[in-house]
């Protein structure tokens, strides 16, 4: 009961419509037109500028500015030193 294994060129034969190559249907690429709108990529808060300005003042430039109600850290804006 030994069975033949078939030979290969028969086999090729057999199925050779699926052993074709088949052909590549090239796809043209679709060409966008738009322009793109750069985005600015975020930076975490700790790297980002400090928006307040520090400075170092006489106790008694500091108890005025106290009275007139500016704080510590203000921005030049806030100071109206613009």
């Known amino acids: ?3 033949k ?3 290969l ?3 090729f ?3 050779e419509e699926q052993y074709k190559p088949q052909e590549l249907q090239e796809e043209t690429p679709e ?3 738009e322009p793109v709108e750069t985005t600015q990529a975020k930076r975490p808060p700790s790297r980002q500028k400090k928006l307040h300005i520090g400075i170092y003042v006489d106790e008694e430039v500091h108890t005025q ?3 007139l109600g500016i704080e510590k850290k ?3 804006q806030q100071m109206g030193l613009e």
């Open 1 to 3: 009961m030994s069975t």
């Open 5 to 7: 294994k078939p030979d």
């Open 9 to 11: 060129s028969e086999v």
């Open 13 to 15: 034969a057999q199925n």
């Open 31 to 33: 060409i966008i037109t």
């Open 65 to 67: 500015l106290k009275i």
């Open 74 to 76: 203000m921005t030049i």
